[in-house]
DNA sequence: ACCAGACTTCAACCTGACTTGAGCTAAGTT
DNA sequence: AACTTAGCTCAAGTCAGGTTGAAGTCTGGT
């Protein structure tokens, strides 16, 4: 087997070292040592670590990253079904991150109409649950006339 | 004018008053004091709030918020210009992060046919700037061949 | 054998967006 | 007057996803 070492792996991935051993720390990807205790990845590392930036994109977090990554071996190709397990997921994900800015765009488009001078009415400004998609916090976006208690996180 | 106390416009906006007097702190909403030193918001404030969390669905920092806001008088309506300014960047914002997941829903539809094995060829793992849409850190994603330094953030 | 450059660990720091807690004051209800 | 909520400030904490620095060790080439 092939193996690099932490820079080669941080040249050709296109992530910084710090980042990688962050990543080992996290048991994203694993490495051996060398007497000297130096990382050695083996080559399939570099395809893991595509999958992590990839995964990043899609808006996974390291966590589900790690959890999704747990099913793949380290040290060898993943299968074709290991990958489709994992790119419908992405995919899904995807769509409905997809589905739900279309619909906050074109209730924009709405309000762009209306003007929207007492946001009452306003698409934008009604719950619809856009809001779990992204980030921490509380998740509503909300008008003049719905009540309800804030929403602790 | 009617005065809102921190209490009701968080009940109101669904936004918790610690997050409130955060936001306060970042100049993006404004209050008068009670002789007592207590906070009272114009209604107003109550838009503002829907516009702050509006605008962070559609992705953007508090920082370019407090910016966007800073056109806005604090305590009346806006106007329909001032509105529809805002309205047209966001939904710019909201194109150009609709089309960037789109492509790469796209790119990894063709990855489950391909079932990329070896991940040379696959659209995903080439940079592509679908990049830059999200969050910091290294930006690039890559597949066995291509080289380059890395990125430092 | 020697040296540069790559590697090691560990702790500290960073940004963003808040939350939590301590200790204290104001407002409203009975 | 006594309570009970609600509010105040300020410092510190949290979480994610890393980066930076210090002090020391390995590895590979000559």
Redesign the pocket.
């Known amino acids: 087997m092939e193996w690099l070492?932490?820079?080669?792996l941080?040249d050709r991935s296109g992530?910084?070292?710090?980042?990688l051993?962050?990543?080992e720390t996290k048991g994203l990807i694993a490495?051996t040592?060398?007497?000297?205790?130096?990382?050695r990845y083996p080559r399939a590392t570099l395809r893991r670590v595509a999958l992590?930036r990839a995964g990043?994109e899609v808006g996974?977090?390291?966590?589900e990253l790690a959890n999704a990554l747990a099913t793949l071996p380290h040290d060898s190709t993943p299968t074709r079904a290991d990958w489709e397990r994992l790119s419908r997921s992405w995919r899904q994900r995807l769509d409905s991150q997809i589905s739900e800015l279309t619909a906050l765009r074109d209730e924009l488009a709405d309000c762009i109409g209306c003007g929207c001078l007492s946001l009452r009415s306003c698409a934008l400004f009604n719950p619809g649950d856009v809001a779990s998609a992204r980030?921490?916090?509380?998740r509503y976006l909300m008008g003049d006339k719905r009540e309800e208690g804030r929403v602790?996180?």
Request: proline share 3%; charged share 20%; net charge positive.
């Open positions: 070492t932490i820079g080669e941080a992530v910084a070292t710090s980042a051993r962050f990543y490495s040592r060398t007497d000297g205790n130096q990382r992590i990043q996974l977090s390291l966590a980030g921490t916090g509380p602790k996180t």
